[in-house]
């Protein structure tokens, strides 16, 4: 969750800080990437300046995060290539950035918080292209970081357009920078890239067709309901043809510059034919913006299959009372899978793969995996399961972790069930007192017998309902078990959720600080007892070792003080549509 949590971050920055208007402006960076790119990541239009600024100030609460985080490479960077370029250059930089984390630090960069950019490929080749607001600016602040790094870029020239070559030590390939009016160009290249490439690559030599005149975002944008702030996806067709196919005259570059015989990457014919099939079957991973204001976003993640799929796919979601993709509570947890249909759709596509197994040497692991995986649903235990349970829905109210103490938990679960009866019937055979409680569908929540729970846990309760069986914990809960249970689901329910709000966020950052805070102790009084009994001094390793404690303490402090000043609530949810996988995540500021 990490991870998506930092990438949705920064397509906030790309899609917030460089957003602009749809107006098909000939020079503007759409204009510069081929209308069949491999990859495409833009904007069409300006974010809402009441939603700019909203972000814009959330964004200045996480600046801790990622100033702790450049200081932490600083540090290894030391620690490995002590005074190096590349050491120096990024402690400029820092001290460049220090404090410009906000919409007036940016611009003064050079930056403008109102521009078009445009992320696409020139062959399999990235290239960045962005509208700067002011490219002096951005000029003069490279001189600074020259000057303070004492680290001269090498700038150099192809058909009268300069551009600076960014390479480190003998490396065969290196970053292209280049300031076309207003445009900022990065890209990679060879380290000696010929003059054909690099015009390609700064985009002095233009694609025959353009995705902006095609249209080809706007399009994909309606196609999958995505707001124009911001959007993208990965051709994965186009993505397994330029792999597996003839190497264009643009990779054979790149592979001659590497070093690599372009012969000895080629794929045979069989394993061509395979990924292609692959390919067919997922054919784009793509990402936008459902939903951009002030307060709230939700971005979505979709790895899309083909049509012929779509249905089958969409069958795997199960309904599971109250589990609708949001929540309201300190935590929201639920869970939802026919399994059922899932055995069935493994099935279909083993089969598959038994009849014609890839021949493939590389998708020899597939084969294995899909027949395993097959033989794991046959178990019967699945089938009782599928059978009993579709999910669950836990919605917790109250939370606290104190140190050295027992957890305070209360809240709600529901299992989700085509006939909760039999859940109650099979606990009853373990546990006689169940048995005895003789609940029935609709009736009042029943208290839990004594001596089921340990006597440090809250009271709890349990009711049937039509598709669920709910349990309460804590006083006070049972009051709304029934609605809880008889909540409607999601159209469809999520197969994976979790929600959590301000205070939920609290209670998790502050026990994983002081979790580090308490390593760090410990760590420093054993360091500390050694010195005193004249042990040997401490080696290189155990200083590092102390020094990455405190920094996970500073970064999770950071993290902890900004989240409580900005965020309100994030929920993250994985749902199975027609139209492929998808997650979606929310965020609401305070």
Known sequence: MRLIRKLTFALLAVSIGLAGCSKKDPDQ?????????????????????AALDGWWKNAEQMLPIYENSIDRVLKDLDGKQPGSAAATILRALREELRGKF???????????SSSRTAIYAIGLVPVLRMELGDADAFRAMLARVEAKSGAKLDVRDVAGQAYWRIIGGDSPAAVVMAIQGKHLVLTLAPAEPSEALLRQLLGLDRPATNALDAGTLAKFNQQSKFLAYGSGYIDIVRLATALTGERSPIEQEFLRGLGVDAAATAVGPACRSEYAALAAAVPRLSYGYAALDAKSMELRYRLEVAPAHGDALAGLSAEVPGLDGSGESLLDVGFALDLDAFAGFVNVRAAALAAAPFQCESLQELNAGIAKINADLANPAVFMAGAAVNGFYLSLSQLALPEGGVPVVQGKLAIGSDNPQSLMSMAGGFLPQIAAMNLQPGAAPVALPAGLLPPSMPPAHVVLAKNALAISLGQGEEAGLAAFAAAPAGDPSPLLFYGV????MQVFLDAMRKAS??????????????ASDNADPASAEDAADLDELRDAVAILKSIEDSYAASLDRVDFGIYATKQGIEARYQLELK
């Open 29 to 49: 960076p759409l204009a510069f990437a081929p209308a069949d790119t491999v990859f495409l990541a833009a904007n069409l239009e300006p974010v809402p300046e």
């Open 517 to 530: 805070e308490a390593s760090l102790a410990a760590a420093e009084a054993a360091q500390a007892d050694a």
């Open 501 to 504: 709000d301000s205070r939920g």
């Open 102 to 112: 906000n919409r007036a630090g940016w611009e003064s960069l050079g930056f403008s």
